[in-house]
C-alpha cells in the first residue's frame, strides 16, 4: 500500500536560514508525488509537485523539491526562510484505487516554526 | 473567484445532532473529495466522486453520507454526531488523473 512518511513532527529555524524538509514515500510505480502547505485556520496550497522528467522541481514562494527515486523520498528545500513560511507542511504521493483512480495519501505533516 | 468554497466554516453542535456541509467548485474537475483532518492535523481521505458517482469510499462509519447533485458540488451530511467527529473537513477537486487537488478552506465541526 502506499504511504509517506515525513519524520520531522516539528522544525524550528532561524529567520534567513536554509530549510529542508524530509518526505519518504512508499509506492510500486512512479509517484505523482506533492508538497501542500497549510497556514493556520487555512486550507491546503500547492506549493509544487512531480510527475516526471527533471528530478528538481521548483515552486512556488521560492521553495524547490528533489525527487530521488533511489531513496524514495521527495524533500522539500529553501535556501533562506521567512517569517511568513511558518505552517504546517504536507508530503502527498499519489496512490491508485482499485478502481483505476487517484487518490492523494498524506504524509502527518512537520510545523515549521521560524524564529526572528 | 474562489475555486473550491465551504459552508459553514465553523459548525458547533450537540451530540445526537445531524448536519450538512456543502462544497461547490468552479473549476470544472470532474473529481470532488472529502478529507477529514483531526485534531493532530492528520489528514485522510473519506470520499470521492467522479461526475456524480461514487468512487472512494474508505471506511467511514455509515452516518456519513456524502451526496453529489452534480459534478459541481459535493456535500456532506452527518447523522447522529459523535464526539469523536470533531475535526476539520476539508473539500477538494482534482482532475483524478494526477490526484492533483485544489482544496477549499476547510469545515471546524466541534460536537458538544
Known amino acids: 500500500a502506499q504511504s509517506v512518511t515525513q519524520p520531522d513532527i516539528h522544525i524550528t529555524v532561524s529567520e534567513g536560514a536554509s530549510l529542508e524538509l524530509r518526505c519518504n514515500y512508499s509506492y510500486g510505480a512512479t509517484p505523482y508525488l506533492f508538497w501542500y502547505v497549510q497556514s493556520p485556520g487555512q486550507g491546503l496550497q500547492l506549493l509544487l509537485k512531480y510527475f516526471s522528467g527533471d528530478t528538481l522541481v521548483q515552486g512556488i514562494k521560492g521553495f524547490e523539491a528533489e525527487f530521488k527515486r533511489s531513496q524514495s523520498s521527495f524533500n522539500l528545500r529553501k535556501p533562506s526562510v521567512h517569517w511568513s513560511d511558518a505552517a504546517e507542511y504536507f508530503c502527498a504521493v499519489g496512490g491508485l484505487t482499485s478502481g483505476g483512480y487517484n487518490k492523494l495519501i498524506f504524509g502527518a505533516g512537520t510545523r515549521l516554526a521560524v524564529h526572528p | 473567484d474562489t475555486a473550491v468554497s465551504q459552508t459553514p466554516k465553523y459548525l458547533v453542535t450537540q451530540m445526537g445532532n445531524d448536519k450538512s456541509i456543502k462544497c461547490e467548485q468552479n473549476l470544472g474537475h470532474d473529481t470532488m473529495y472529502w478529507y477529514k483532518q483531526d485534531s493532530k492535523k492528520f489528514l485522510k481521505i473519506m470520499f470521492s466522486?467522479?461526475?456524480?458517482?461514487?468512487?472512494i469510499n474508505e471506511t467511514v462509519p455509515n452516518r456519513f453520507s456524502p451526496k453529489s447533485p452534480d459534478k459541481a458540488h459535493l456535500n456532506l451530511h452527518i447523522n447522529s454526531l459523535e464526539l469523536g467527529d470533531s475535526a476539520v473537513y476539508f473539500c477538494a477537486s482534482g482532475l483524478g488523473i494526477t490526484g492533483e487537488l485544489f482544496f477549499g478552506e476547510g469545515s471546524r465541526l466541534t460536537v458538544l
Open positions: 466522486y467522479n461526475n456524480k458517482e461514487l468512487i
